[in-house]
């Protein structure tokens, strides 16, 4: 009689979680996870994001399904590279890659496809936002930011072009040096008066001549998206640029930042299941929670301002976090969109030529 209620309990769970579309296979799993927990390994980008993605999504996963999640740090092509020659396990089965690394890592067979039809049975997510290997699962913007005690908002830069502007606000600025996720090249061309519909395909030169104007020694390079968030709040710098989910986060522990919607760069992260993995059941269960759960899925948004593609959890937003949210028809002519296309064919040439002006200085 027990094993016949845990049986039931366990397809109680993934009726919750798969909306009534449990399979027998899927019980048979459920059994062996009573007696077996299993943990799904998630490389992400880690910092206080990773943090709501466990709350929002892995603690509640776990409530209903009984597989733990942890989520973790180290994402990138590199890692999906690594594991898929390694011959071995992995030991990360979701890895959340950029635009371009994932176009690269379908092309390199480094990750599983999506089948729609059972990570996402109700329609949730729309037609849009489907690739075949991966769902970004989260769009953020990338931002012009500011230290409110140093630059009052009021001062605060408008346009790329007065964030470059060195008589007007003077001192070095955090840029990421990930070109790819930061969005530099796109910024120093705005900078350099390039409309926000004209900037594809990148004129990577003139992009770099625009740097060379800001100067070298007015920029702080960070590697890490929790970096500017540090130099801001330590007075290190009084200019960034950064996530706008972020400087969200942080003004709730007592930062006094800000950011600029209007010129960000729009973009996400497909989140993927890595071929080397031995729990891709496990895996896309997690997936299909995280990009499916409309409760879960407004949770996330409201606490990150991060949009997700769930058209049923955008109905459970407020108004007013819609308006802030990358998505929202408000911001549609003063943002770009990441062209990741661009970036996958032209990743290599514009990375090295970015990486020659950095130690040309």
């Known amino acids: ?12 769970r993934r009726r919750i979680l798969l ?81 371009s690394e994932y ?4 092309q390199q067979n480094l990750i599983e496809p999506y089948d729609f039809a059972t990570l996402d049975p109700h329609g949730r997510i729309p037609a849009a936002y489907r690739q075949s290997h991966g769902v970004k699962l989260s769009l953020y913007l990338f931002s012009m930011c500011w230290d409110k005690r140093q630059i009052p ?78 130099q801001l709040t330590s007075g290190a710098v009084s200019l960034a640029t950064a996530f706008n989910g972020r400087v969200i986060l942080a003004n709730r522990s007592g930062a006094q930042l800000n ?18 993995s031995t729990k891709k059941r496990e895996a896309f269960q997690l997936l299909s929670f995280m990009l499916t759960n409309p409760e879960a899925g407004a949770e996330y948004m409201q606490q990150t301002r991060y949009a997700l593609p769930n058209t049923e959890a955008l109905k459970l937003v407020p108004q007013e976090v819609l308006d802030e949210l990358p998505t929202s028809p408000a911001l549609q002519d003063k943002v ?10 032209n990743l290599a040439t514009a990375t090295r030529k970015f990486r020659e002006w950095q130690l040309g200085g």
Do not use: C
């Not at 009689?1 to 109680?12: C, D, F, I, Y």
């Not at 770009?336 to 064919?345: V, Y």
């Open 259 to 276: 950011y600029s919607p209007a010129y960000s760069g729009v973009s996400g992260s497909p989140y993927t299941v890595s071929r080397a």
């Open 103 to 106: 176009s690269a890592a379908v």
């Open 19 to 99: 909306g009534g579309a449990a399979t027998g296979s899927l019980a048979a799993i459920g059994r062996g996870r009573a007696a077996d927990p299993v943990t799904v390994n998630v490389a992400a980008y880690g910092g206080v994001i990773n943090d709501y993605l466990s709350r929002t999504f892995g603690v509640p996963f776990e409530r209903q399904t009984g597989i733990k999640v942890n989520f973790g740090t180290g994402a990138s092509l590199a890692l999906a590279r690594l594991q898929a020659s390694s011959g071995a396990a992995a030991q990360w089965d979701i890895i959340v890659l950029s635009g």
């Open 336 to 345: 770009f969109l990441k062209s990741d296309a661009w970036w996958a064919a």
């Open 153 to 230: 908002d009021a001062s605060a830069p408008k346009t790329p072009a007065e964030f470059w502007d060195t008589e007007r606000f003077k001192g070095k600025r955090s840029l990421y040096s990930n070109v790819v996720d930061g969005s530099v090249l796109e910024m120093a061309l705005l900078a350099d008066g390039v409309a926000l519909d004209k900037l594809y395909p990148l004129d990577v030169d003139r992009a770099l001549r625009s740097l060379n104007r800001l100067g070298r020694d007015n920029i702080i390079w960070h590697t890490a998206n929790q970096e500017p968030i540090q």
């Open 1 to 12: 009689m027990a094993s016949m209620e845990s049986a039931l309990a366990g397809r109680t």
